[in-house]
């Protein structure tokens, strides 16, 4: 014959009304002044409790047991739910949902923390976390490319690599950018590290992304010279395709003079044309060695301002501290400056809307104690696909452009282990930046 009943709970009941009729009892005689009849309840109400606890206690040790399972991470258990074979099936029902429950919580971080790994590995940089013993929480294998290594438990497993990496790593802040430079068998790696924070299960994290900066170099130079080369070869088959026309037309003429002048005058000038492209391209290949010496930034930017037209444009020009100085090649800076100056004119010649036309050059001293120049002109903002170009030599959109002073430009600060970029580029606001070390 099946059980039908899981729990004894009519006994229970009974237990717990027994209790509490012991306990007014108790009650009541205290408030009679008859203690001795109340010792005759005491065994009741102790025996009322001990058969409750009796009862109850598969409860407690199956509670314990999953306590203690789920401290393990083991979900493997079961109870059995058949009421022919245990009095207690709907309590063993309730703890193995509660185990579900918690099993299937268990299975979704697992696979959220898959998913994440998948993203930190489709991640074109390296990505390593970090907590603050040093320990490696998390890293992608592009981590691991760069250093060389199978597997990163701590930090200072880096440390017989490259101190410095370790140094950098161990050190680096959120919102700072570090570098750090080592070599191995695949070459010298030179490295920037950006830090930011995170607080993941109780823990302070650190997440670093490390990229390689070779890598980006080296794709940027490849896209530098795919434009030159398309560049160069444009510019020399527009130069000589009318020269070879002409060429044939002269030898097939009759020997008409005036047919043989034309056609001469259009070859010299094509040829003149040649000439000045070449001429442009040596002046990009062949930057001389910058001769650097003190000098004050004021007087470089009174001298550029000087050999620049700049009529109907205001020009506003802050330098902080005033006394700044450079220590460069003052005439590769002069005429840096000059085509940072001329190139801001021209773009607010062209702006006829532009009621008040406004050149700013601002220079500050960062923290890290570099000096940063900008050039500002309130014109309209570069289309975005001039923007990509206007560093590289010979793109232009004026008819009368050679295109390359910007690329000269940022040549010659590099020269300098400085940089130029376009910092700013929307209406109103068009900011070329120089940064010199």
């Keep these: 014959m099946k ?8 006994k229970v009941l009974a237990y717990i009304a027994v209790i509490i009729a012991m306990a007014v009892l108790s009650g009541y005689v205290w408030a009679l002044g008859r203690t001795a009849h109340m010792i005759a309840t005491i065994p009741v109400i102790i025996f009322c409790i001990f058969r409750l606890i009796k009862l109850y206690r598969v409860v407690i040790d199956r509670l314990m047991f999953v306590f203690k399972a789920v401290q393990n991470d083991d979900y493997s258990f079961r109870f059995t739910e058949n009421p022919n074979i245990t009095r207690h099936a709907l309590i063993n029902q309730s703890l193995n949902r509660i185990k579900d429950v918690m099993d299937n919580a268990k299975t979704q971080m697992r696979e959220k923390e898959k998913y994440f790994e998948l993203i930190m590995e489709c ?3 390296g990505i390593i976390t970090i907590m603050e013993n040093g320990i490696v929480a998390q890293t992608n294998s592009k981590v691991l490319n760069i250093v060389g290594m199978e597997r990163l438990n701590h930090i200072d497993q880096l440390n017989a690599l490259s101190p410095e990496l370790c140094e950098v790593l161990r050190n680096i802040r959120p919102e700072e950018q570090r570098t750090a430079h080592f070599a191995n068998e695949m070459g010298e790696q030179n490295l920037v590290l950006s830090c930011s924070a995170m607080t993941f299960d109780g823990k302070e994290l650190r997440v670093i992304s490390v990229g390689n900066i070779h890598d980006e170099l080296d794709r940027k130079e490849a896209e530098s010279w795919e434009k030159l080369t398309r560049i160069l070869t444009h510019e020399i088959m527009n130069s000589l395709a009318p020269v070879t026309s002409i060429s044939h037309t002269l030898l097939s003429s009759s020997g008409d003079a005036e047919t043989m002048r034309q056609g ?14 070449v ?29 620049t037209q700049h009529d109907n444009i205001k020009v506003d020009v802050n330098i902080v501290p005033e006394e700044t ?8 800076m002069s005429q840096v400056m000059v085509n940072l100056l001329k190139n801001a004119t021209e773009a607010l010649s062209e702006q006829e809307a532009v009621a008040d036309r406004i050149i700013t050059i601002h220079s500050s001293i960062d923290s890290e104690e570099r000096i940063q120049i900008e050039v500002t ?53 068009v900011t070329f930046a120089i940064v010199m070390e």
């Design 123 to 125: 991640a074109n940089i």
């Design 377 to 429: 002109n309130n014109g309209a903002a570069i289309p975005d696909e001039v923007a990509e170009d206007i560093f590289t030599p010979f793109f232009t959109t004026k008819t009368d452009g050679s295109g390359i002073g910007l690329a000269v430009s940022r040549q010659i600060l590099r020269l300098h282990g400085g940089s130029l970029r376009l910092k700013h580029n929307c209406d109103s606001r």
């Design 264 to 277: 001469l005058e259009t070859i010299h000038s094509t040829s003149d044309r040649l000439l000045r492209f």
């Design 325 to 332: 100085m450079l220590y460069a090649d003052r005439a590769l």
């Design 3 to 10: 059980r039908q009943q899981t729990i004894p709970y009519g």
């Design 279 to 307: 001429d442009s391209f040596r002046a990009v290949t062949r930057i001389p060695t910058p001769q650097k010496a003190p000098f004050y930034l004021s007087e470089l930017v009174a001298e550029a301002l000087a050999l």
